[in-house]
């Protein structure tokens, strides 16, 4: 389980008598955070750190420790925070500041100045505060009485988001071919998304996958159509085409688990040795956690698995998706969401068909795929766009909707929303930005996931909400 270091600053003027009730108020506090945060992280406690040595010796340990996520700092009483400029510069982890007391309450009737000294965390985190910032230390602050449930929820989400940054620090990426030709937000640049957020983004050729066909048995392949019978109705005769994407299936699991990837891309315009674009293979891939962008699109591919990650304890689904199509009704603007191919099952409202059909791209067999009605709830969609000096995250919220009539010639799955806080601002501010059509989708993860992501790895952030304004 991912964890986090508790740690909590004083100094050695205050007497052994005022450390042992910092140790044990400071104890107390990661326990309960600990079992408030249940199978999201495991919260650790650390000896209070009293010197610039114990703290270097904490951060150097939490930054070694491959099951450290990140850091939540206290101070409980003051510390002063010349002493953490060592530390701090060593520190690789996410950090979340929390600016909280051991009591909620004043005792009007008892408190004379050696409560003070004791609790006076409104006095000492503003000098650790301070010295975060004069650093430059991008971390998560968040105030108040540790066990209402407001702060618990927010450090639950820091869990998750520092958990998300642990997994994209060593995320591979494997690119089937390369970005689809002519297409430029799909691009960008790879060394500098390794260097920001961990990805090792490299190029296989599709005859990497194709000769692992080979080895793949009748057996496994029926194995897996049995697999598909119990979750998906069969609404194609076509048996052949569905076989052939089970076949993907197997080598792309084998592809992934061999090489420790944790999202792929392919194109349609690479497709040696494959007879259909793969379509339900994708879908199934996705539906297993493994982050997907069509065309060659390691942003979104990368950001899909990230964000996985992200939402991997909550409800909800997440994955990839494209803007597609309008609805311009006045008043009741709809986006209709979908892909070729690829959209995953995660978003399916209804149970999956496996339909065959000609895809008019790509020049290959009919592809199976997975078609089906989405999801409806709150959500966001976010885009990865590289500005040339700068990554540019992209955030709208929306509302999925059912779908207002049946589309029953739509040979793909579907999603439809609506835009905050209108369309036309939402859709202008999303131009404006130079968002891009290739997204992910989630009602796992939302607003507050994104923020503090795009805060936590210093990329700058667009956030389309209920507040944004027309730009016009
Ligand atoms: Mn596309």
């Known amino acids: 389980m991912d964890k986090l270091y508790f740690i909590t600053g004083s100094q050695d003027l205050y007497g052994e008598e005022t450390l042992v009730k910092v140790a044990e108020d400071s104890r107390s506090m990661a326990e309960y955070l600990d079992k408030a945060l249940g199978d999201v992280a495991e919260v650790i406690w650390k000896p209070t750190v009293l010197n610039s040595d114990q703290i270097i010796k904490v951060c150097t340990q939490a930054s070694a420790d491959q099951e450290c996520v990140g850091v939540i700092t206290w101070m409980h009483t003051f510390s002063p925070a010349k002493m953490w400029i060592k530390g701090l510069q060593i520190l690789n982890k996410p950090m979340l500041h929390l600016h909280t007391q051991a009591n909620e309450r004043l005792p009007y009737d008892k408190i004379d100045m050696d409560f003070m000294n004791l609790n006076q965390s409104a006095h000492g985190d503003r000098e650790f505060g301070f010295i975060c910032t004069r650093l430059g230390i991008a971390r998560e602050v968040v105030a108040g009485y540790y066990e209402h449930p407001e702060v618990v929820s927010r450090i639950r989400r820091f869990a998750e988001v520092a958990g998300a940054i642990a997994f994209s620090r060593n995320l591979k990426v494997a690119m089937f071919g390369n970005n689809m030709r002519e297409v430029a937000v799909t691009d960008g640049d790879r060394v500098e998304s390794q260097i920001r957020y961990g990805w090792e983004v490299n190029y296989h050729p599709i005859g990497d996958l194709v000769k692992l066909f080979d080895e793949i048995t009748d057996e496994q392949i029926d194995a897996r159509i049995g697999e598909y019978r119990d979750l998906y109705d069969f609404a ?237």
Not at 272 to 278: A, S, W
Not at 387 to 414: E, S, T
Request: charged share 25%; proline share 5%.
């Open 236 to 472: 194609s005769d076509d048996i052949s085409s569905v076989k052939e994407q089970a076949k993907y299936e197997i080598a792309l699991d084998r592809f992934v688990t061999e090489g420790g990837f944790g999202a792929y891309t392919d194109t349609f315009q690479d497709l040696y040795g494959l007879k259909q674009l793969p379509g339900l293979a994708t879908q199934r891939m996705q539906g297993k956690g493994i982050g997907f962008g069509a065309e060659g699109d390691y942003k979104t591919a990368a950001l899909n698995a990230v964000l996985n990650r992200m939402g991997t304890k909550r409800d909800g689904a997440t994955g990839f998706m494209e803007d597609y199509t309008y609805d311009l009704t006045p008043g009741e603007e709809l986006v209709l969401g979908a892909h070729m191919l690829e959209v995953s099952p995660v978003f399916a409202a209804t149970k999956p068909k496996i339909e065959v059909h000609p895809l008019g791209i790509g020049n290959r067999e009919d592809p199976a795929r997975l078609v089906f009605d989405g999801i409806q709830g709150d959500g966001v969609v976010i885009c990865m766009v590289d500005l040339g000096d700068r990554f540019r995250l992209v955030c709208a919220k929306v509302k999925l909707v059912k779908q207002p009539h049946p589309m029953p010639q739509l040979p793909v799955a579907r999603l439809m929303w609506k835009l905050v806080p209108d369309f036309s601002t939402g859709t202008e501010a999303w131009l404006n930005a130079g968002g891009g059509h290739h997204t992910v989708l989630s009602t796992a993860i939302d607003a507050e996931h994104i923020r503090l992501f795009a805060k936590l790895t210093g990329t700058e952030l667009y956030m389309i909400d209920e507040n944004t304004v027309s730009g016009r």
